[in-house]
C-alpha cells in the first residue's frame, strides 16, 4: 500500500484543519495559563477556537455533506463558489464573451453613459472571417445629416389620422430609442427616478412595465408608455379584472403618451408571474392598486379578452378610453397560427393597433424559471420577421408601427433591426447598465450592489439620482450619434431607409449573402390573394389554419396531416445564390 494512503487509513488528511485547530486552541491555553496573559497567545487562542467550534459544528450538522467529510476547508468550496462570478467576470471572461453581455458591451455602455470618449484604437477585435460577421454595406457619397435625433410618429400624424375603426387622434412623435418595460418593483425607486429623468432630459420614452405608474414615475415628468399586463395593475378591480374608471385616470394623464397592451415578455412567455407578498411594500401596493404584503399575481393569460376579435376590441376601447392616445401590443411570438389569428382580427374588424412591439427570447427579466428565458419563445430576429412580413403581406404595415427589444446596445444592433422590420427599439439591460448595473444578476434577490434592482432603502442610497440621469440621457445621446454616422456612412437620411439589402452576413470562409436573401421577403398584399406554392412555409401552413375568433389552431389536423416543416424552413431562409459584392466576380 503506498504511503500516502496508509497514512491516510491511520489518520483521515481532511480532518487535518479540525486537528490543527483543537491543538493550537489548547497549546494556546497551556501559554496562557503557564505564562499569563500575552495578546498574541490570546489571539491564536480565540482564532484556534473558534474553527475548532465551525468543525465540530460541521461535523455534527446534517445539511451539508462536504462539510461533513472536510470540517472547517470544506467553507472554502463554499467562498470560492460565492466570489465564481466576480473571479470569472474581472479576471478569466473575455473580451467578446457574452454573460449575457460582453465585457465590449459593458465598458461601451458605461463609456457612452459617461460622456467618455469611445472610439477604439488599432481596428476590430473581431473575426471577420467567423461565420455570422455582419457589416453594413457603406457609400462612396456618405450624407451629411443635421440631427441624430431621429423620431418616428405612432398612431398617425398630425394632419393625416390614423386609419382604423375609433382611430388613434394624439399621435406620439417618439424617439427610435426608448426605454423597454421594466416595473417598479423589479426596479428600484432611485432607478425609475433616474430613468424617468433622463427620458425627460433626452426626450425620449419611458415604458413603465406591467407594475403600472408610480409616485416615482411621475416626479420628473418623462414621457410614459403606460404597459398594461394580465394582472392589470394601476386599472384593476379587487377581484382582479379590468377596471374602466381606473384605466381612465391614469391613460388620461398627459405624461402618459402610449397605452401597451402586454401578451408576453421573451423571458418568460406564457408564465405571468408572481411578486411574494413581504415584497409588496406600500409604495409597490398603492402603484398596482393591490394589497399590502399579498403575493401580487400577474395571471399567464388576459381576462378581458379570449378571442383575436375581442382583443381588437379591447384595443379600440382602450385607445378610445384613453382620449384617443396611439394603442398597441407587446408580444413575444409563439404560435405562428395564434399570431395571424390577430391579423385576421384586425382585418375583419377594421381595427388595428397604432404599433405591436416585438420582444425576443433572448430578452431581460427581473426572474423568471431557466427553462422559460433558455428554452421559450420565438428569438427577435425570427419573431420580428414574421410579424413585419405578416404585415406586409396584408397591406396593415403602414397603419402600424413597430418596436423591438432584445439585447440592444450599439447603434448597429439597432441597424440591423431596422433592416428586419424594426421602425423602433427599446433597451432594457443597456439602460440599466447605464444606471451602473454590473452584470451581478441579483436582480431577484434584493441584494442588488449598485442599487438598480434592490427595494432595499439602504442599497438605493447607492444609485444617485441626478448622476445617474444624466448618464441614461447621454446613453441614449451618444448611441443615437453613432445610428446617425452609420446612418449617413451608407448613403441614407433616415434609418427607416435601413432595409435588409444593406446588411451582409458571413456564411462560410468564402461565402456571405445580404440579409436580404437570408430572411423572408413577402410582397405587398401577398396574403389577400391565394397563397402561392413560392409563399414561406410558415405562411402556407399555418396562415389557413388561423381564426379571427380563436387563439387555437382551427384544424388542428392540418398540422398532424401536412409534411414536416424543416426547423430552418419555419421562419427563415428562402436559399437564393450568393450575393456579390461590390468589385467581386
Ligand atoms: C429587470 C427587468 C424587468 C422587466 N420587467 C418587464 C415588465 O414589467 N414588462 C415587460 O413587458 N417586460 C419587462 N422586461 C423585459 C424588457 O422590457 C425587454 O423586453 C427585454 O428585457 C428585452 O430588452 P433588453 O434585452 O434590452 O433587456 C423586464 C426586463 C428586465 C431586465
Partial sequence: MPMRQRLHALFPIRYAALTLSLCGAALALLTLLAWGGSWPAGLVFVVCALLAGLGIHDLRQSQHAVLRNYPVTGHLRFLLEYIRPEIRQYFIESDSEATPFSRAQRSLVYQRSKGEPDNRPFGTQLDVGQQGYEWVNHSIAPTKLPTHDFRIWIGGQPGQPAQSAQPCTQPYHASVFNISAMSFGALSANAILALNKGARMGGFAHDTGEGSISAHHRVHGGDLIWEIGSGYFGCRNDDGTFSEERFVANATDPQVKLIELKMSQGAKPGHGGILPGPKVTL??????????????????????????????????????????????????????????????????????????????????????????????????????????????????????????????????????????????????????????????????????????????????????????????????????????????????????????????????????????????????????????????????????????????????????????????????????????????S
Fill in 283 to 584: 409604495e409597490i401596493a398603492q402603484a398596482r392598486g393591490v394589497a399590502v404584503g399579498k403575493d401580487c399575481i400577474s395571471p399567464s393569460r388576459h381576462s378581458a379578452f379570449s378571442t383575436p376579435v375581442e382583443m381588437m376590441h379591447f384595443i379600440a376601447r382602450l385607445r378610445q378610453l384613453s382620449g384617443g392616445k396611439p394603442t398597441g401590443f407587446k408580444l413575444c411570438i409563439g404560435h405562428p397560427w395564434e399570431w395571424f389569428a390577430i391579423v385576421k382580427a384586425m382585418l375583419q374588424t377594421g381595427i388595428t393597433p397604432d404599433f405591436i412591439v416585438v420582444d425576443g427570447a433572448e430578452g431581460g427579466t427581473g426572474a423568471a424559471p431557466l427553462e422559460f428565458t433558455d428554452h421559450v419563445g420565438v428569438p427577435l430576429q425570427e419573431g420580428l420577421q414574421l410579424v413585419h412580413n405578416t404585415l406586409v403581406g396584408v397591406n396593415l404595415r403602414s397603419r402600424i408601427s413597430i418596436g423591438a427589444a432584445g439585447k440592444v446596445i450599439t447603434a448597429f444592433d439597432m441597424v440591423r433591426l431596422m433592416a428586419l422590420g424594426a421602425d423602433w427599439c427599446n433597451a432594457g439591460r443597456g439602460f440599466m447598465m447605464a444606471l451602473g448595473c454590473i452584470q451581478a444578476q441579483t436582480c431577484h434577490t434584493g441584494l442588488c450592489p449598485t442599487g438598480v434592482t434592490t427595494q432595499d432603502p439602504a442599497r438605493q442610497q447607492a444609485l444617485v439620482v441626478p448622476d445617474k440621469a444624466e448618464r441614461v440621457r447621454n446613453f441614449h445621446r451618444s448611441t443615437l450619434h453613432a445610428l446617425k454616422e452609420l446612418v449617413q456612412a451608407a448613403g441614407l437620411c433616415h434609418p427607416r431607409e435601413v432595409t435588409a439589402h444593406h446588411i451582409v452576413r458571413r456564411l462560410t470562409d468564402t461565402e456571405v449573402r445580404l440579409l436580404s436573401r437570408l430572411t423572408m421577403q413577402v410582397k405587398p398584399g401577398a396574403l389577400l390573394q391565394p397563397l402561392q406554392d413560392t409563399q414561406h412555409n410558415v405562411f402556407r401552413l399555418y396562415w389557413p389554419m388561423a381564426s379571427a375568433h380563436s387563439f387555437q389552431a382551427s384544424s388542428p389536423d392540418v398540422a398532424s396531416t401536412s409534411p414536416p416543416i424543416q426547423a430552418a424552413d419555419r421562419f427563415a431562409t428562402t436559399p437564393g445564390p450568393v450575393d456579390l459584392l461590390p468589385g467581386q
